[in-house]
């Protein structure tokens, strides 16, 4: 059997000496934190799975329009032109995720990380039911081929591609809707290719991840991880090992020794194969699974519990933490002040979108007798009714000519129409290039759009002849 591999600060526990993988099965721990990281990972999947079914003004509560170029949150519906609201949805994500880790560390990673949250409350535990707990799981590891190995290998691998074609199809739902993905699977794939491409390299990328790759996504890919020694100082909440109580180690006999009896509970647990008691790691997810292993061990000597906790670098070291400094102050400021300016942004979005884009190809185009600009004029209705709109060219000179917009224009629910503007100007009252504005009205007259366009043309003296 493959020895386990010494937790070291030197090198990491899954990667050995000559480079191949040594592939964890962390022991199983029950405790306070366990069981709340359960309900909270098993909420979180819950709402992940539920959002596309939710119902919400006929559309899902969160549905990524791709099709229909819309963004349905909540009732609130965001049409293409509104995905510059995007940068604050990120900046506040970063500021927010910013804030968090100063004052609790890794917490997010711990507990609501998609990756930590499916692997540990999806995939390992199917893993654990079929294959058995993590001693049984090494022993077969470890075992030859038997036909009982190929068996239990095989089911397991069968569920886990079943388990990620299940997550794939719903992913795929935040982007299609429910109805349209379930017509999808009733058609053959060559109908919708985009689709069916995305859904099994999806779940190829999902069965590789959780199945085998694991916790090299946390410690080799995921940038959080190394972002933590730049947002995190000795007063940030971490999952630490009190050296001071803990050390020297040795029997639980021993009244010289300190608390730890070097059992390796701890150790045991961890999804990444760390020593806690080495101090902070930029592998340590912050799952507490070692706080739930240690402090069992102390439950069952009859010391008091706490010697792996939740604590600062200060607070391990018995000095007091400060939960206000300037970089939680910082951080905190920057979160609302994101938050405002979101609010704001996102207040000011009308329920329809008017974008002015010239055509392609020769700027403007001069005849005999008038210099012409051709645009077109896109009109996007983001409500659910039949809308009116009339569209008006404001700052015109005199002489300006303009086809394409003269009546009412009706457009349905979520719809949209492009017109082709065009503007003509006798070369009499051609003077040169100017600008304009194309105004957007509802029929009701609540709101109006503006967007600025620049009508060109040559230089007005070559029109005369005169030349520059
Ligand atoms: S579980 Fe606790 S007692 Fe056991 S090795 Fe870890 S820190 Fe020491
Ligand atoms: S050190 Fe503890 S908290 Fe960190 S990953 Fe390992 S078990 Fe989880």
């Known amino acids: 059997m493959p020895s386990a591999q010494r937790p070291s600060l030197d090198s990491v526990t899954t990667i050995r000496e000559d480079g191949s993988r040594f592939f964890l099965h962390p022991a199983d721990v029950r405790g306070f934190f366990q069981r709340h990281r359960k309900w909270t990972g098993l909420f979180l999947i819950g709402i992940y799975l539920a959002l596309p079914w939710i119902n919400i003004g006929g559309y899902p509560a969160v549905f990524l329009d791709v099709g229909g170029r819309r963004f349905h949150l909540f009732g609130y519906i965001l049409a293409f032109q509104d995905a510059w609201l995007l940068f604050f949805a990120i900046t506040g994500l970063g500021f927010s995720l910013f804030f968090v880790t100063a004052l609790l560390g890794r917490i997010f990673c711990g507990w609501a990380c998609p990756q930590t949250v499916f692997l540990e409350h999806v995939y390992r535990p199917i893993?654990?039911?079929?294959?058995?707990?993590?001693?049984?799981?090494?022993?077969?590891?470890?075992?030859?081929?038997?036909?009982?190995?190929?068996?239990?290998?095989?089911?397991?691998?069968?569920?886990?591609?079943?388990?990620?074609?299940?997550?794939?199809?719903?992913?795929?739902?935040?982007?299609?809707?429910?109805?349209?993905?379930?017509?999808?699977?009733?058609?053959?794939?060559?109908?919708?290719?985009?689709?069916?491409?995305?859904?099994?390299?999806?779940?190829?990328?999902?069965?590789?991840?959780?199945?085998?790759?694991?916790?090299?996504?946390?410690?080799?890919?995921?940038?959080?991880?190394?972002?933590?020694?730049?947002?995190?100082?000795?007063?940030?909440?971490?999952?630490?090992?009190?050296?001071?109580?803990?050390?020297?180690?040795?029997?639980?006999?021993?009244?010289?020794?300190?608390?730890?009896?070097?059992?390796?509970?701890?150790?045991?647990?961890?999804?990444?194969?760390?020593?806690?008691?080495?101090?902070?790691?930029?592998?340590?997810?912050?799952?507490?699974?070692?706080?739930?292993?240690?402090?069992?061990?102390?439950?069952?000597?009859?010391?008091?519990?706490?010697?792996?906790?939740y604590d600062s670098l200060n607070g391990l070291d018995g000095k007091k933490t400060k939960w206000v400094r300037p970089r939680t102050i910082l951080y905190s400021i920057l979160l609302v002040a994101g938050m405002s300016v979101a609010t704001f942004a996102l207040s000011t979005v009308q329920p329809a979108s008017l974008s002015v884009t010239r055509i392609t190809g020769a700027p403007y185009i001069v005849s005999d007798d008038a210099v012409r600009n051709q645009f077109l004029v896109r009109v996007?209705?983001?409500?659910?009714?039949?809308?009116?709109?009339?569209?008006?060219?404001?700052?015109?000179?005199?002489?300006?000519?303009?086809?394409?917009?003269?009546?009412?224009?009706?457009?349905?629910?979520?719809?949209?129409?492009?017109?082709?503007?065009?503007?003509?100007?006798?070369?009499?009252?051609?003077?040169?290039?100017?600008?304009?504005?194309?105004?957007?009205?509802?029929?009701?007259?609540?709101?109006?759009?503006?967007?600025?366009?620049?009508?060109?043309?040559?230089?007005?003296?070559?029109?005369?002849?005169?030349?520059?």
């Open 127 to 309: 893993e654990r039911l079929i294959e058995g707990d993590a001693v049984k799981r090494r022993k077969l590891d470890a075992s030859p081929w038997t036909a009982e190995k190929i068996i239990k290998r095989s089911i397991k691998q069968v569920a886990f591609v079943l388990v990620s074609a299940i997550i794939s199809h719903l992913f795929l739902a935040y982007f299609v809707s429910i109805p349209e993905l379930w017509a999808m699977m009733h058609h053959a794939p060559s109908e919708h290719w985009g689709a069916f491409l995305f859904v099994f390299l999806f779940t190829a990328v999902n069965y590789f991840n959780f199945s085998w790759f694991r916790e090299q996504l946390c410690i080799v890919i995921c940038p959080y991880g190394r972002l933590q020694s730049a947002l995190t100082d000795d007063n940030t909440m971490v999952i630490g090992y009190d050296e001071k109580r803990g050390e020297p180690r040795g029997k639980a006999t021993d009244p010289n020794a300190g608390h730890c009896i070097d059992c390796n509970r701890c150790v045991q647990v961890c999804p990444t194969g760390i020593d806690i008691r080495q101090g902070l790691q930029l592998e340590c997810i912050g799952c507490a699974a070692c706080i739930d292993a240690c402090d069992e061990i102390m439950t069952k000597l009859d010391r008091p519990k706490g010697l792996v906790r």
């Open 380 to 468: 996007v209705n983001k409500s659910e009714q039949d809308k009116g709109f009339t569209v008006e060219v404001v700052g015109a000179p005199d002489g300006l000519r303009i086809n394409g917009i003269d009546d009412v224009i009706e457009i349905g629910p979520l719809g949209e129409t492009v017109l082709p503007l065009v503007m003509v100007v006798s070369r009499d009252n051609y003077t040169g290039q100017f600008d304009l504005q194309v105004v957007l009205h509802n029929v009701e007259g609540t709101y109006s759009l503006e967007r600025k366009v620049e009508f060109v043309g040559p230089d007005p003296r070559l029109l005369q002849g005169e030349g520059p």
